[in-house]
C-alpha cells in the first residue's frame, strides 16, 4: 500500500473541519480531510429530519470559505457538500483514524483500515460525539445491529431490542414503543436499576411498562445475536427473544482518550477539562491543533472561523486578528484607558489573581462572556439585595464593602486583583452586602456561566474561590471582627460535602458536634413528636445549623435534611467553642439564635398532646411545597383551588403576553390541601436550565427572573434538564389578528394559545421557517404590571409567592386545616 | 373563600385575597355607599306630582345607571384584552359585582316605582335577569371551585379521559374469552360511553343511561346462571363505573361554573338594546 503525504491533515468533518479544509484547498496547500463515516458532518447528519439549525451568536461574523447561513439541516448539508466539490477539497471518506503519532514536521496517521499516512501538521476537529462502544458478543456484527436510532417512524412492526438503559436508550426505546407503530421493544438493562438515566426518563419508561408499550428486563446481559433470535443470560436463567432489530445505546469512548493518546494534555482531571492550546490552537504537541467541539466551542460559527484562523496561522498568517477581534474592541471602547485588545487580556490576565493561570485564548473566551466596568469613587457596584450571580474581579483600585446595612459608612475594603460577588455565584441567593468604588476602580464582571466555566477548567480557580467564598460567608454570619488567625485555620479544618435531596445532615437524637454552614441549597428542619415529623423550620443558603448541640452535650434535638442538592461547609464544633469564647459579641448572637430555636422546639415539646390538626396540617403543607420543587425556587405560581374556577385565564394571558404561547400548564401538576403547584417555572436558586446553554441564552435578570434570550439555537438542553417539565420547544407562531377583529368579525383564533394546525397553516401561507426554541416563564419580564397570570386570574386564586411566602401559605392553611 | 381572608391578615399588602374580599371589601363600600346617597336623595326629594325619571334626580340616577351597566359590560373586553399595566382583573371583577348589585338599588329608584308594558320596563327587568343570573354566579364562583378541586384529585380533564380509554382497552382484552352474547354486552358498554353532551346531561353527575352502568347489571344477573367468569370484567366495569362518575361530576362543576354566562351575556346585549331603546324613545317623546 503506497503511503500517501501532505503537508496538513484534518481529522473530522464537522464545522470545524470542513472550513479548515476549505482554506487550506484555496491557499493551495497539500491536504487531506479524514471522516470516519460514509457522509461529511455527521453530528448535524444526524440530526433530526428537518431541524431547523441556528447561526448564533448573531453579533459574530462568519469567516469561512464555507458558507452558513440558519436553516435546515438538509440544505446546509447539500450547501457544504456543493462547497466541498467546489472548493475541490481532498476528502477520504471511512477512514476513522487508530493513532497519531509523532510531532511537527513528521506525523504518522493510522488508519483503521490499516493505511498509514504521513503529514506535517494535524488538525483535530473530531467534536465530542466519541466512538459508541460495540456490542461485543457472537453475531454483535451482524447487520440489523445498529448504534443509532435516526428516525423512531422508520419502523414499523418490528422486534426490535435495545441494549443499554441509559438516557439514549430510554429516549429510543419510548420513541420506537409508540403504538401507531405497532413495534414489540424490549430493553436490556446490565444493572438492577437505572441509576445513570434521568429520573423523568426512567418514570416515562415504568409508565410505558405498565400500560404494556414495551418491556424491560433488568440485571441482564445478551449472550449472542443469530437473524431473528436473541440469546440473554437474565438473572433466572436464559431467555430467548425474537428480534430483528437491535439499538445498541452502550455509551461511547470519550474523544479525551484518543486526544490523550496523540500526547496532548488537557487542563485537569475532570470531565469538563479542555485540551490545553496555545492563542493559535496548537496543543502541547508541536504542530498539533485542536479546534471546534472539542476545544471547548459548541457553537458552529466559532469552530467555522477557528478552522479559516488555524489554516492562516499555519500557513504563516501571524497577523490575523480572531473573527471575534471586533467585539472585543467594543468591550474596551468605553474605557477611560486606551490600550489595544492584546494589551488589555495580558493586563487583565496579570492583575487578576484567578486569571493568572488562564492561557491567552481563554482569556479571550472569558472576556468575551465578560465585561469590563470603570466606576467612579462611591459609585454602587452591587446593592445589597438586589438578584445576581455573576462574578466581580478588580483589575484596578479597590472597593468598599457596607457590611452594616444601617450604617454605609462601617466598611471593609478588598483590594485589587481580589474578586467579590462570589456567593451570588455559588447559591443564587440575592446579594449580602452593598458594594462600592473606593476610588477610580476597573472590574471585570463574569456572568455565572462563565465563572462556572472556569471554575471547571482551572481547578486552582476554583480552590481559590471556594476558599474565598467560605471566608466570607463565616465573616458575614460570625462577624467581621473574627480574628484572622483563628479564621485560617477554621478554613484549614473545614471540609465540603454535597447532599442529595431528601439526605440527612443531622438526625435527631445522634451526638456530634459539628456545626454546619448552607453554602448553597436549603434545609428543612424536623423534629419527631409522637412518631410525626414536625416541619420546625426551613434554613436558606446562607445560615448555620447545628450550634445547639454545643450547649447540650452534642445531643442533636432536631433532625435536619436537605430539599435540593445542597452543599454544606463543615466546621469542626471544638473550633467554634473556641471562637465563641474569644469572641463574646459574636457569642451573644449565636445565643440569641439559640433562644430563638429552643423556643420553637419547646413550644412544640409541649404541645405534644393536644397537637393533632393544626401542626399537622401544616407540616405536611410544608412538606408537599417542599417536595414540589419550591425549596430551590424563588418565585413560584400557586393556585388556590378554592377560588380557581378553571377558566384557564392565566394560560390565556400568558400566550397573549408572550408571543402566542403559554408557558404554564394550570390544570397539570399536584395540589395538597387546595394549594396547587402548576407546571410553571419556579425560578430556582441555582436554574438546573443553565447547567447546559450551548449559546449561554439563559440567564438571571436584576430582579431574579431566569429567562432564556433571542440566542437560544432550541438544542433542548434545558428542557431535558428540568426537573418539572417547565419548559417546551415551540415554533413562535405568526401574529393574530387582533382582538377586536375576531370580537366582532370571528377573524384569527382569539385570544390565548392557538391551536397547533392553525398556526402550521399560517406558517406554510407565508413559506416562513419557524425554528423550535425553548419557551419558559420569564415572569413577565419587562412588562408593566407584572406577571400577567396573576393580573388576569378573575378570582384571586393565582399567586405568585417567594420561599417565605409560600411557607405562610403552608402556615395559613394549617390553621385552617 | 375562607381562605383568602385567613390569608390576608397575616400578609399586609399580600395579593392572596379573593375576589369578593378585594383590597378589604372596597368595592362592597362604594357600592353601599352610591346605594346610601341615592336612597337619602330619594326620601328627602319631593317631587310634583311624583318620583319618575324624569326629574333632576331621576336624570341622574339614569345617567348613573346607564353608564354602569356600559362599563360593567366592558368586563368581557377587559378580560379578552391582556394588556400591560397595572390592572387587576380580580379589582374588576370585584367591581363588578358589587356595583353591579348596587344596580338594584339605583335602577329601581330611577324608576320611581311605575312600571308598565313598555320598552322602559323592558329595560329594567333585563337589567334584573342579568343581575340575578350574575348573583347564582357568584355563588357558583364561591361554592364550586373547592368541590372541583375534591373530585378532580390532581387529574386533568385529558388525564380522566385517557384514563377511561385505558380502561376501555382493559375491558377489550378481559372480553376475549368470554362467550358472544357476553362480550357483546361489554362492547356495548365500550361504544356507548357517553361524557357530557346536552345541557341538561352536563348538569347531571349520574346518567341514567350509562352504559357502563346496564353493561354491569346485565353481567350481575348473569352471573348467578353460571357460564363464563364474569368476575375480572365486572372489576374493571365499577372501575370504569367510578372514573365515569369522576369525569361526569367534574363536566357538570364545569357546566355550572359556565352555564349561567349563557344567560348573563345574551341577556346583557339584549338590554343593552332595550337600553338604547329607552333612552332615545324617552328623547325623542319629551
Redesign the interface.
Given at each position: 500500500m503506497s503511503t500517501v503525504s501532505v503537508d496538513l491533515a484534518i481529522l473530522g468533518s464537522g464545522p470545524a473541519g470542513l472550513s479548515a479544509a476549505a482554506r487550506a484547498a484555496q491557499r493551495g496547500m497539500s491536504h487531506i480531510l479524514l471522516e470516519k463515516t460514509d457522509h461529511l458532518s455527521d453530528t448535524i447528519y444526524k440530526y433530526q429530519k428537518g431541524k431547523h439549525i441556528m447561526a448564533t451568536p448573531s453579533q459574530l461574523v462568519l469567516r469561512s470559505d464555507m458558507p452558513f447561513e440558519a436553516g435546515k439541516r438538509e440544505v446546509i448539508l447539500t450547501n457544504w457538500d456543493k462547497d466541498t466539490a467546489r472548493h475541490r477539497i481532498n476528502v477520504r471518506l471511512r477512514s476513522e483514524v487508530k493513532a497519531v503519532k509523532g510531532q511537527r514536521g513528521d506525523f504518522q496517521i493510522e488508519l483503521a483500515d490499516g493505511a498509514t499516512l504521513q503529514a506535517k501538521a494535524v488538525i483535530l476537529a473530531i467534536g465530542t460525539q466519541g466512538n459508541p462502544n460495540k456490542l461485543k458478543i457472537p453475531g454483535g456484527d451482524l447487520d440489523f445491529v445498529q448504534y443509532t436510532l435516526d428516525d423512531p417512524r422508520a419502523h414499523f412492526d418490528e422486534d426490535i431490542v435495545i441494549v443499554g438503559g441509559g438516557d439514549a436508550g430510554i429516549e429510543n426505546a419510548l420513541g420506537l414503543a409508540d403504538p401507531e407503530l405497532a413495534n414489540r421493544v424490549t430493553l436490556l438493562q446490565r444493572g438492577p436499576d437505572f441509576s445513570r438515566a434521568k429520573a423523568a426518563n426512567v418514570q416515562l419508561l415504568e409508565q410505558a411498562k405498565e400500560q404494556g408499550r414495551l418491556d424491560y428486563i433488568t440485571e441482564c446481559a445478551p449472550r449472542s445475536l443469530e437473524p431473528g433470535l436473541m440469546i440473554i443470560d437474565t438473572k433466572d436463567g436464559e431467555l430467548r427473544l425474537p428480534c430483528n432489530r437491535v439499538i445498541a445505546r452502550l455509551g461511547s469512548v470519550p474523544p479525551r482518550q484518543f486526544v490523550e493518546a496523540c500526547g496532548a494534555k488537557f487542563t485537569g482531571p475532570d470531565r469538563e477539562a479542555f485540551p490545553q492550546l496555545s492563542p493559535s490552537f496548537e496543543s502541547t504537541v508541536p504542530g498539533l491543533y485542536i479546534i471546534g467541539a472539542l476545544a471547548g466551542y459548541p457553537l458552529i460559527k466559532h469552530c467555522m472561523n477557528q478552522g479559516y484562523d488555524v489554516v492562516e496561522y499555519l500557513a504563516g498568517n501571524t497577523a490575523l486578528k480572531p473573527a471575534d477581534e471586533p467585539l472585543l474592541e467594543a468591550k474596551f471602547a468605553h474605557l477611560p484607558m486606551r490600550r489595544s485588545v492584546d494589551e488589555w487580556l495580558e493586563f487583565l490576565r496579570r492583575e487578576i489573581e484567578i486569571f493568572n493561570d488562564l492561557s491567552p485564548l481563554q482569556m479571550r473566551e472569558f472576556m468575551l462572556e465578560s465585561d469590563v466596568r470603570f466606576y467612579r469613587k462611591d459609585d454602587r457596584i452591587i446593592t445589597r439585595n438586589d438578584v445576581g450571580s455573576s462574578l466581580f474581579t478588580i483589575a484596578q483600585g479597590s472597593v468598599l464593602v457596607e457590611i452594616n446595612p444601617e450604617d454605609p459608612s462601617i466598611t471593609v475594603p478588598i483590594p485589587a486583583g481580589q474578586i467579590f460577588g462570589e456567593v451570588g455565584l455559588i447559591s443564587g441567593r440575592r446579594r449580602g452586602a452593598t458594594i462600592r468604588a473606593a476610588g477610580d476602580t476597573l472590574c471585570v464582571e463574569v456572568p455565572r456561566s462563565a465563572a462556572l466555566k472556569l471554575m471547571g477548567t482551572v481547578p486552582g480557580v476554583k480552590r481559590r474561590i471556594d476558599r474565598i467564598t467560605t471566608e466570607r460567608m463565616m465573616k458575614i454570619i460570625f462577624g467581621g471582627d473574627i480574628d484572622p488567625a483563628r479564621l485560617n485555620r477554621i478554613l484549614d479544618a473545614a471540609t465540603l460535602r454535597t447532599l442529595k435531596p431528601q439526605e440527612a445532615l443531622i438526625t435527631e437524637g445522634e451526638v456530634g458536634f459539628d456545626i454546619y454552614v448552607i453554602r448553597s441549597g436549603s434545609l428543612v428542619v424536623e423534629k419527631n413528636v409522637g412518631g410525626k415529623n414536625v416541619f420546625l423550620s426551613y434554613v436558606p443558603a446562607g445560615a448555620y445549623v447545628g450550634e445547639m448541640a454545643l450547649f447540650d452535650n452534642g445531643r442533636r434535638n432536631a433532625t435536619v435534611r436537605a430539599t435540593v442538592n445542597t452543599e454544606i461547609i463543615t466546621m469542626p464544633g471544638d473550633l467554634f467553642k473556641e471562637m465563641l469564647a474569644a469572641q463574646p459579641n459574636t457569642a451573644k448572637r449565636v445565643q440569641e439564635q439559640i433562644a430563638n430555636r429552643r423556643r420553637v422546639t419547646d413550644y412544640v415539646e409541649a404541645q405534644k398532646a393536644g397537637f393533632s390538626g393544626v401542626v399537622d396540617m401544616y407540616t405536611s403543607v410544608a412538606d408537599f411545597l417542599v417536595e414540589q420543587g419550591l425549596g430551590e425556587a424563588t418565585d413560584a405560581l400557586l393556585i388556590d383551588e378554592t377560588l380557581c374556577i378553571g377558566c384557564d385565564h392565566c394560560e390565556t394571558a400568558c400566550a397573549e403576553s408572550h408571543d402566542g404561547i403559554s408557558r404554564l400548564d394550570r390544570e397539570a401538576g399536584h395540589t395538597y390541601a387546595h394549594i396547587h403547584v402548576p407546571t410553571s417555572c419556579r425560578h430556582c436558586e441555582n436554574p438546573h436550565c443553565m447547567t447546559d446553554c450551548p449559546p449561554n441564552a439563559i440567564r438571571r435578570a436584576p430582579d431574579g427572573e431566569v429567562f432564556i434570550d433571542e440566542k437560544c439555537i432550541g438544542c433542548g438542553n434545558c428542557q431535558r434538564n428540568c426537573p418539572y417539565g417547565v419548559i417546551q420547544m415551540e415554533k413562535t407562531p405568526p401574529k393574530k389578528p387582533g382582538l377586536l377583529s375576531w370580537l366582532l368579525l370571528g377573524m384569527g383564533p382569539g385570544p390565548g394559545q392557538a391551536d397547533h394546525d392553525w398556526i402550521d397553516k399560517q406558517l406554510a401561507k407565508k413559506h416562513t421557517e419557524a425554528p423550535k426554541v425553548a419557551v419558559k416563564c420569564d415572569m413577565c419580564k419587562g412588562i408593566a404590571g407584572g406577571p400577567a397570570c396573576v393580573r388576569a386570574c378573575p378570582t384571586g386564586a393565582a399567586i405568585r409567592v417567594s420561599p417565605e411566602g409560600y411557607l405562610r401559605v403552608a402556615q395559613a392553611a394549617g390553621a385552617e386545616g | 373563600?375562607?381562605?383568602?381572608n385567613?390569608?390576608t391578615d397575616?400578609?399586609s399588602g399580600?395579593?392572596?385575597?379573593?375576589?369578593l374580599r378585594?383590597q378589604n371589601y372596597l368595592y362592597l363600600k362604594l357600592a353601599v355607599a352610591l346605594c346610601l346617597v341615592s336612597t337619602v336623595a330619594y326620601i328627602f326629594f319631593s317631587p310634583v306630582p311624583r318620583h319618575n325619571g324624569g326629574t333632576w334626580l331621576g336624570y341622574t340616577l339614569g345617567t348613573i345607571s346607564a353608564v354602569l351597566i356600559v362599563w360593567l359590560t366592558a368586563l368581557g373586553?377587559r378580560?379578552?384584552?391582556?394588556t400591560?399595566?397595572?390592572?387587576?382583573?380580580?379589582g374588576?371583577?370585584s367591581a363588578h359585582i358589587y356595583l353591579g348589585l348596587s344596580l338594584v338599588v339605583v335602577a329601581t329608584l330611577h324608576t320611581g316605582f311605575q312600571f308598565g308594558l313598555n320598552v322602559h320596563t323592558l329595560a329594567y327587568v333585563l337589567m334584573m335577569i342579568v343581575i340575578v343570573s350574575g348573583v347564582f354566579g357568584i355563588f357558583f364562583?364561591a361554592t364550586?371551585?373547592?368541590r372541583?378541586?375534591d373530585n378532580r384529585?390532581?387529574k386533568?380533564?385529558?388525564q380522566m379521559l385517557e384514563e377511561i380509554a385505558?380502561l376501555d382497552n382493559d375491558l377489550r382484552e378481559a372480553a376475549q374469552p368470554l362467550a358472544s352474547e357476553n362480550a357483546i354486552v361489554v362492547q356495548r358498554a365500550i361504544d356507548n360511553t357517553k361524557l357530557g353532551g346536552g345541557v341538561l346531561e352536563r348538569l347531571r353527575s349520574n346518567h341514567p343511561k350509562c352504559a357502563t352502568l346496564q353493561a354491569m347489571n346485565e353481567l350481575k344477573a348473569r352471573r348467578k346462571s353460571g357460564g363464563d367468569d364474569l368476575g375480572p370484567i365486572l372489576s374493571v366495569l365499577e372501575r370504569k363505573g367510578v372514573l365515569l362518575e369522576r369525569a361526569r361530576r367534574h363536566v357538570r362543576y364545569?357546566a355550572l361554573?359556565e352555564l349561567w354566562l349563557y344567560i348573563h351575556v345574551p341577556i346583557t346585549f339584549a338590554l343593552l338594546a332595550a337600553l338604547i331603546a329607552h333612552i332615545v324613545s324617552v328623547f325623542y317623546f319629551w
Open positions: - | 373563600m375562607a381562605r383568602g385567613t390569608l397575616r400578609r399580600a395579593t392572596h385575597e379573593s375576589f378585594h373586553m378580560k379578552r384584552a391582556i400591560p399595566g397595572k390592572w387587576s382583573l380580580k374588576w371583577t364562583y364550586i371551585p373547592q372541583m378541586s384529585a390532581e386533568s380533564t385529558a385505558a364545569r361554573l
